[in-house]
């Protein structure tokens, strides 16, 4: 496992459309956790999903946004209608459990709303 | 949540000591000092962690003040693939799956 794959690593999105990103955790994490670092600014937690379930998204916009972690597949966040601002690194990153002590990041996909 | 103050930026010849600082005088007595760093387009990297007594791994050493209201980072000898972000990082221990990362330190290697 090379470990934390995202994908794509750049998007090109128009203003109303809809961006799609996709984290496949290491091999047997089942904790994954979102962060988004706007240009120039450091990492901002979005969501911690397990399987299945939603654990906490204190981060994330309370519109347009959404992440899943389903049983089979990758994590998915999910940009709806995006808008200029959307534009960002979307960072992911597992771990084995919930308290881990450290966390494996993705190099991430990079988003631009044109 | 207790926070982290750090130099915008540090410059370093290859192969010589790099020291990277880190205000906490918030910390609390269980918050965990945690060190990430992220190269150029890449995500970020775990480096070291600790919580009272110094700390070595393979990649760097980890000094922390008795009065834990300040930390230092230290790249025994830095090369050119240690160019990077320096981000100091307090584990919260409530909701310690949020990292929360500053600014960092802008670490430049000079040949």
């Given at each position: 496992?090379?470990?934390?794959?995202?994908?794509?690593?750049?998007?090109?999105?128009?203003?109303?459309?809809e961006?799609?990103?996709?984290?496949s955790p290491?091999?047997?994490?089942?904790?994954?956790?979102?962060?988004r670092?706007?240009?120039?600014?450091?990492?901002?937690?979005?969501?911690?999903?397990?399987?299945?379930?939603?654990?906490?998204?204190s981060?994330?916009p309370?519109?347009?946004f959404s992440?899943?972690?389903?049983?089979?597949?990758?994590?998915?966040?999910?940009?709806?209608?995006?808008?200029?601002?959307?534009?960002?690194?979307?960072?992911?990153?597992?771990?084995?459990?919930?308290t881990?002590?450290?966390?494996?990041?993705?190099?991430?996909?990079?988003?631009t709303?044109? | 949540?207790?926070?982290?103050?750090?130099?915008n930026?540090?410059?370093?010849?290859?192969?010589?000591?790099?020291?990277?600082?880190?205000?906490?005088?918030?910390?609390s007595?269980?918050?965990?000092?945690?060190?990430?760093?992220?190269?150029?387009?890449?995500?970020?990297e775990?480096?070291?962690?600790g919580?009272?007594?110094?700390?070595?791994?393979?990649?760097?050493?980890?000094?922390?003040?008795?009065?834990?209201?300040?930390?230092?980072?230290?790249?025994?000898?830095?090369?050119?693939?240690d160019?990077?972000?320096?981000?100091?990082?307090?584990?919260?221990p409530?909701?310690?799956?949020?990292?929360?990362?500053?600014?960092?330190?802008?670490?430049?290697?000079?040949a």
């Amino acid at each position: 496992n090379a470990g934390v794959m995202q994908n794509p690593r750049h998007l090109v999105r128009r203003r109303g459309q809809e961006a799609r990103l996709r984290c496949s955790p290491m091999k047997g994490h089942s904790h994954v956790y979102w962060y988004r670092q706007l240009p120039e600014e450091g990492l901002k937690f979005m969501v911690y999903l397990q399987k299945e379930n939603i654990i906490d998204e204190s981060g994330m916009p309370k519109e347009r946004f959404s992440a899943e972690f389903p049983k089979e597949g990758p994590s998915i966040l999910r940009i709806q209608q995006v808008v200029r601002g959307d534009s960002a690194a979307y960072f992911c990153a597992s771990s084995l459990s919930g308290t881990g002590v450290s966390y494996t990041f993705g190099s991430g996909t990079r988003l631009t709303v044109v | 949540d207790a926070k982290t103050t750090q130099p915008n930026s540090m410059e370093s010849n290859e192969e010589e000591p790099v020291h990277l600082p880190c205000n906490h005088s918030t910390i609390s007595g269980t918050d965990y000092i945690h060190w990430y760093r992220q190269l150029p387009s890449q995500g970020p990297e775990y480096v070291i962690h600790g919580l009272t007594s110094n700390v070595n791994n393979r990649m760097a050493s980890l000094a922390i003040a008795e009065d834990r209201k300040s930390s230092t980072l230290i790249l025994h000898r830095a090369t050119l693939r240690d160019a990077a972000v320096y981000y100091c990082i307090l584990r919260d221990p409530v909701d310690d799956y949020k990292l929360s990362f500053g600014a960092g330190t802008t670490v430049t290697v000079r040949a």
